[in-house]
T-cell receptor, first 115, second 118 residues
């Protein structure tokens, strides 16, 4: 069973629009970590955020914000006022306490921001 | 801090040859390193977990004899693709955990190596 689901395969938005990338995860552990990574065309993964399962506070970092809802097992990512440089593939990932060494990646969402 | 490098960044080789990819943690010690494979427009798949001084742990379906992993020091892990074939062409990414900073379970990723087998 897929543990991290990103239902949106591809999204296109016009510059300055807001966009939300969805992430739904599945785990039986009570202790786990969730991540978001950005992968631009160059291929290098860029770490965006880490959230542990005991911290449900939403976070804002500049134009980026994250909404963690344990009740729905979701960890959604919103980009406000999108820019062309935001065009990339975004991965949501999960690391469980029972297998702390492993990071399970979702399938990714390809975001295209059109000027 | 927490920089991971990979070398080479790109490699093209002929079918049947072996290719070695290096993963280095530049400013921290990494007792554990990880190797991922990414096909075009696909997600990252964990291939193996590499522990310094011991044998690597391979994920189900990954051929140990095909993908040789060596983690000889706290800052270097190597992946050797033996007798490479066109289907081994892929983007290989390594990551490392900082031994001195285990909080948060964060892994630091290298820039990746694009392997093309002709």
């Amino acid at each position: 069973a897929q543990k991290v689901t990103q239902a949106q395969t591809e999204i296109s938005v016009v510059e300055k629009e807001d966009v939300t990338l969805d992430c739904v995860y599945e785990t039986r552990d009570t202790t786990y970590y969730l991540f978001w990574y950005k992968q631009p065309p160059s291929g290098e993964l860029v770490f965006l955020i880490r959230r542990n399962s005991f911290d449900e506070q939403n976070e804002i970092s500049g134009r980026y914000s994250w909404n963690f809802q344990k009740s729905t097992s979701s960890f959604n990512f919103t980009i406000t006022a999108s820019q062309v440089v935001d065009s990339a593939v975004y991965f949501c990932a999960l690391s469980e306490s029972t297998s702390y060494d492993k990071v399970i990646f979702g399938p990714g969402t390809s975001l295209s921001v059109i000027p | 801090g927490a920089v991971v490098s990979q070398h080479p960044s790109r490699v093209i080789c002929k079918s049947g040859t072996s290719v070695k990819i290096e993963c280095r943690s530049l400013d921290f010690q990494a007792t554990t390193m990880f190797w991922y494979r990414q096909f075009p427009k696909k997600s990252l798949m964990l291939m193996a977990t590499s522990n310094e001084g011991s044998k690597a742990t391979y994920e189900q379906g990954v051929e140990k004899d095909k993908f040789l992993i060596n983690h000889a020091s706290l800052t270097l892990s190597t992946l050797t693709v033996t007798s490479a074939h066109p289907e081994d062409s892929s983007f290989y990414i390594c990551s490392a955990r900082d031994y001195g900073r285990r909080v948060g379970n964060e892994q630091f990723f290298g820039p990746g190596t694009r392997l093309t087998v002709l």
